[in-house]
T-cell receptor, first 116, second 114 residues
Framework: AQSVTQLDSQVPVFEEAPVELRCNYS??????LFWYVQYPNQGLQLLLK??????LVKGINGFEAEFNKSQTSFHLRKPSVHISDTAEYFC??????????????FGSGTQLTVLP | DGGITQSPKYLFRKEGQNVTLSCEQN?????MYWYRQDPGQGLRLIYY???????QKGDIAEGYSVSREKKESFPLTVTSAQKNPTAFYLC?????????????FGPGTRLTVT
């Protein structure tokens, strides 16, 4: 079975500073990886995904993530954050070869708070 | 615009009552999912369905029931057997159950049981 660990539950950062949200996964097979964002009292919105190919993935709102197979990581980065980036961010993993619809396993989330 | 709707956004019930949460999608997706979200615990899968008239239990199905009579609808019933039903419930759908596609989420329903 796969699992996802988001190493930081809370990340405060000042506006216009860079940020990195960490995500590590464990799986015995290849995986697909996703980052979602959730604003207060709303559903989740896909930021970016890694399926195959280039290990650097660019997403919406200026976010990017790098897949590192040897370190089993998929950290999310943004070079300069805005107040509007304040939200909870979830990393999720899906098995490459699973035939089941119940593929997505989520991390526990990281609350990003951007300070003025 | 295609998307997922969940209603109502806020729901209040007395302990011992069953309550049904609505989830409708017009994305023509085959697979649908119900998650429960509690603070600091991420999302936990309750039930999922790959096709009409078929569904499977997720990790925390006890005290919940679902039906999938139509492709676009996947209602969730929280029964009185669910010991701690107060939570934020999210419905999601995916193009099909097999492929590496992302899940699309509805806006959620916050259920409070007192």
């Amino acid at each position: 079975a796969q699992s996802v660990t988001q190493l930081d539950s809370q990340v405060p950062v000042f506006e216009e500073a860079p940020v990195e949200l960490r995500c590590n996964y464990s799986s015995s097979v290849s995986v697909y990886l996703f980052w979602y964002v959730q604003y207060p009292n709303q559903g989740l919105q896909l930021l970016l995904k890694y399926l195959s190919g280039s290990t650097l993935v660019k997403g919406i709102n200026g976010f990017e993530a790098e897949f590192n197979k040897s370190q089993t990581s998929f950290h999310l980065r943004k070079p300069s954050v805005h107040i509007s980036d304040t939200a909870e961010y979830f990393c999720a993993v899906s098995l490459f070869s699973s035939g089941s619809a119940r593929q997505l396993t989520f991390g526990s989330g990281t609350q990003l708070t951007v300070l003025p | 615009d295609g998307g997922i709707t969940q209603s109502p956004k806020y729901l209040f019930r007395k302990e011992g009552q069953n309550v049904t949460l609505s989830c409708e999608q017009n994305l023509n997706h085959d697979a649908m999912y119900w998650y429960r979200q509690d603070p600091g615990q991420g999302l936990r899968l309750i039930y999922y369905s790959q096709i009409v008239n078929d569904f499977q239990k997720g990790d925390i199905a006890e005290g919940y029931s679902v039906s999938r009579e139509k492709k676009e609808s996947f209602p969730l019933t929280v029964t009185s057997a669910q010991k701690n039903p107060t939570a934020f419930y999210l419905c999601a759908s995916k193009r099909d159950g097999q492929g590496p596609y992302e899940q699309y989420f509805g806006p959620g329903t916050r259920l409070t049981v007192t």
